[in-house]
């Protein structure tokens, strides 16, 4: 008998494929006694199961998402076996996979791989082809192979810089090319290489050895018998049962490592000097049935801050501190919705060091109150450790961390912990979204202004903040979306009534804004009081909290050392050779390096244009303003103390941006030294910009305002003035200290700069809200953007006008702009263009007109005009258009 299942496969097609579950396997994995409604009700518990099954000549993981053949799923015969069921009890609940198919569906991504985004790295296996060489040809058939196919030499001679075999893949990476397989077959034929399937392995639980007393030990009488005999006997083995017997009669007893079994039995044992018994003890009680070995699950967790470390971080017991009667009024509110078991959406407005954090603590007590669970998520992987760590003050071991600096294995176990309902706290970046934590109550989302919140590749390209509203409609959870700087369409929604809207005015524990002093670097230039692209202004402000040591924080959102190399004879500059951008100089390293591919290589002594050696560096990254910096204060230091009494110190100064936090920890090890004094300035892109709360910062300065206010995106004022709004939020976060912070501009009088300055939420939302109504775009529309990238330009051109062609430029419930070049033209190897689709929400409020009239197009598209040169991706709610 059949029994058909239909299967979603991570495959970017809107099917799913259906499959016959072998009744062996099924009763394998169910345990299900015969009889029709047996055999339906155990295949109905494995919706939501993964499966292992044949696709072509590949070996896929899918997921079970019904029952039965599909409706255009004719013969029963032609249904393929399930190789293998992955899991026991569902990766997926009823209300994970409806989450799952609205990601689907309004996203425009196949259910397959949105299923596969919402598992941990490694939860997916399949099978890939591996190439090695077999042979090596001499010098002289390589030389004519070169002059024969270049193509597949180049292809040979990567392969043969590797020992082992490699895959395809990694081949069509190292090359630049995503055809190789004529010259893989080429190569094979001539005896050169080998092709083989593997298949990428699976991850599991991490495992140990554990020990305990089997049940004929557990018998009292006879265990004290039997312990007098051994004493003489054989002692070691005695006290390794007595230390088994004593661990277990504890309450509520963990099970007990074999290791440290071995080790801790030497405190019963005669001779205190050893360090531990060895292995031949514990295996002479297993042999005599006195003893049973086990495996236990041992979670994979970083390291935990020592005490010390982390009360640096957490200034101050807020399970123990007194809300503000704002903060009391929001809380309230959210409390009582969390009572009523019902899905509602707050917005938690409130200025920088209004203590919404401690508003979050408390809603997440509530709800752990309740028997429910909560998931907060943060946008900034740099946002987490002081988070946590205020988080672990308040609820211990609860918590369970995803994000992409944990290793693949940390992010399965917290992610398995959440599942069977071991931690009720996940924090995290993006991803968390998809923590499967049952009876969710609430989710957080803070910082929900965050670009970083959408998803760029690969698909579905969702946006977590919003993910996190649907979420909470489906599990019927509260959501609190928090920001001093809310997104002009979170704003809107809630000034329309469709979220809660909550506000918190003024700073808790006493604590006042900072005095914000715009600093015109034009006008100080022409006075001649302009140290490079620092201010005299800021030097000295500076100078003065250093020697009281008080901690800075500057923020320039670019890094490396210079933006980019200038021929000053011919203007040649230096272009990444896979992206039409200048490459960016890292002195360090002594390198020119892209920021969008990767690529690098040695910077040039001289120009590879003219030849000439007066090269310039153009423009300040976090880098050289560090260099320049140290130079410049120990100036400004000189001058402070002719004028003042003290004594000179050394300037600890430490950058904070990618360059220097991609080894593991390095986030949480500077963040600590800071808050122990030991750093006085940490300099750093977007990464100092939110989130932390130190009560010793007293100044913040903005090296230059201006860097992305100018940028061809109509987003780019809100993000200038939410992210200086932000990093002005980082200074006088407490009554104790006065903070200030000096903005550096070129253009005081713009609109966001004034409104930053105000410190004015509503004078900028006002603005910015009518330019975005006559401009028609969002919150008034919804854009999708529809790239289309290839190694051909004249192709890729071709291509987009093809498809630009089956949507209309003018409908009711949208508008077709392009197709267009971006402002990128060749990104990481591949020519662009892209056609822009402005959805207008009033006569298609969810979309859905717009995502038929895209996927109509997109049918019409592959039917007529079909091309495997060009690539086409589907991006709904775009940030940007880069």
């Not at 950058?655 to 750093?679: C, P």
Request: hydrophobic share 40%; net charge neutral.
């Amino acid at each position: 008998m059949t029994h058909l299942v239909q299967i979603a496969l991570p495959l970017p097609t809107p099917r799913l494929f259906t499959y016959n579950l072998p009744a062996a396997l099924l009763g394998e994995q169910q345990g299900w006694s015969h009889g029709m409604g047996a055999e339906n009700r155990a295949l109905k518990r494995l919706v939501g199961c993964r499966a292992l099954v044949p696709f072509g000549k590949r070996t896929l993981t899918g997921v079970i998402v019904e029952v039965g053949g599909g409706a255009d799923f004719k013969d029963t015969k032609d249904a393929k076996d399930v190789l293998e069921l992955l899991d026991n009890e569902p990766a997926f609940s009823v209300s994970m996979l409806v989450f799952a198919r609205w990601l689907a569906e309004y996203y425009l991504a196949s259910l397959g791989e949105t299923l596969k985004t919402m598992l941990p790295q490694g939860m997916s296996p399949e099978s890939v082809v591996r190439v090695s060489a077999v042979q090596r040809p001499s010098d002289e058939e390589l030389h004519q192979m070169e002059r024969r196919a270049p193509r597949r030499a180049a292809l040979f001679r990567e392969l043969l810089k590797h020992d082992g075999d490699v895959s395809v893949g990694y081949l069509e990476h190292a090359v630049g090319s995503s055809t190789i397989a004529a010259q893989l077959e080429a190569l094979e034929n001539e005896g050169f290489v080998e092709r083989h399937r593997t298949m990428t392995r699976e991850i599991h639980a991490k495992t140990a050895r554990a020990v305990r007393l089997t049940p004929l030990a557990k018998d009292e009488a006879f265990l004290r018998s039997l312990l007098d005999d051994l004493d003489h006997s054989a002692p070691k083995q005695s006290a390794l049962l007595g230390f088994l017997y004593l661990h277990y009669s504890a309450p509520d007893a963990k099970p007990l490592l074999a290791k440290d079994a071995l080790a801790g039995a030497v405190g019963n044992s005669e001779n205190k000097t050893q360090t531990g018994l060895s292995e031949a003890v514990l295996k002479a009680l297993v042999q005599k049935n006195y003893v049973e070995e086990f495996l236990v699950e041992i979670p994979r967790t970083a390291p935990k801050l020592d005490a010390e470390a982390a009360s640096f971080l957490v200034s101050k017991d807020e399970a123990a501190a007194t809300l503000t009667a704002e903060q009391d009024h929001a809380l309230d509110k959210i409390n009582e919705a969390l009572r009523a078991h019902k899905y509602k959406p707050f917005l938690l407005h409130g200025v920088t060091g209004s203590g919404k954090t401690l508003v979050y603590l408390r809603v997440i007590e509530e709800a752990l109150a309740l028997g429910k669970t909560a998931l907060v998520l943060v946008p900034e992987i740099s946002l987490t450790p002081q988070l946590i760590e205020r988080f672990r003050a308040v609820f211990g071991e609860e918590i369970g961390v995803m994000h992409s600096h944990k290793s693949a294995g940390e992010r399965f176990d917290a992610w398995q912990m959440a599942r069977r309902g071991k931690i009720r706290i996940v924090i995290g970046a993006r991803s968390a979204i998809f923590a499967p934590l049952p009876n969710l109550g609430v989710i957080i989302v803070d910082e929900e202004h965050e670009p970083s919140y959408k998803q760029d590749d690969p698909a579905p390209r969702y946006n977590a903040r919003d993910c996190a509203i649907v979420r909470g409609t489906v599990e019927n959870a509260v959501v609190v979306l928090g920001s001093a700087t809310p997104s002009l369409e979170t704003m809107f929604n809630a000034l329309s009534g469709k979220y809660h809207l909550l506000e918190i005015t003024g700073r808790a524990d006493g604590a006042k804004m900072p005095t914000i002093q715009v600093v015109d670097v034009l006008l100080r230039r022409k006075q001649g009081k302009m140290q490079g692209v620092f201010s005299e202004d800021l030097l000295k402000a500076i100078v003065e909290r250093v020697q009281r040591r008080e901690g800075v924080i500057l923020f320039q959102n670019r890094r490396g050392f210079a933006s980019r190399f200038e021929c000053l004879d011919c203007g040649h500059i230096p272009m990444c050779p896979n992206c039409s951008v200048p490459l960016t100089y890292h002195k360090f390293r002594d390198q020119l390096r892209c920021h969008y591919c990767g690529h690098s290589h040695a910077a040039e002594k001289a120009c590879t244009n003219c030849g000439s050696v007066s090269i310039k560096e153009i423009g300040s990254g976090t880098q050289r303003i560090e260099e320049d910096l140290q130079e410049e204060l120990e100036k400004a230091l000189e001058t402070y103390l002719r004028q003042h009494d003290g004594e000179k110190r050394a300037i600890e100064i430490q950058r904070m941006d990618l360059d220097t936090t991609s080894k593991k920890g390095s986030h949480t090890q500077m963040l600590t030294r800071f808050a122990k004094g030991e750093i006085d300035i940490l300099l750093g892109t977007q990464m100092v910009a939110k989130g932390l709360d130190f009560a010793r910062v007293t100044l913040v300065g903005v090296i230059n305002a201006d860097m992305q206010m100018y940028l061809p995106d109509f987003r780019a004022s809100e993000r200038t003035f939410q992210l200086l709004t932000q990093v002005a939020g980082r200074a006088g976060r407490s009554s104790d200290f006065h903070g200030e912070v000096i903005i550096q501009t070129a253009h005081p009088k713009h609109q966001t700069i004034v409104a930053a300055t105000l410190g004015s939420y509503e004078l900028f939302y006002n603005d910015e809200l009518q330019y975005r109504r006559e401009a028609h775009y969002p919150p008034f529309t919804r854009f999708v953007m529809i790239e289309f990238s290839g190694k051909d330009e004249p192709v890729v051109n071709m291509q987009a006008q093809h498809f630009a062609y089956f949507i209309p430029h003018e409908h009711k419930a949208f508008t077709r702009l392009g197709p267009a070049p971006p402002s990128i033209v060749r990104l990481r190897g591949q020519y662009r263009r892209i056609v822009v689709l402005k959805n207008h929400r009033e006569h298609d409020p969810s979309g859905k007109i717009m995502r038929s009239a895209i996927l109509h197009a997109y049918q019409l598209y592959n039917q007529k005009y079909p091309s495997s040169a060009v690539r086409i991706t589907i991006d709904v709610d775009a940030a940007g258009f880069v």
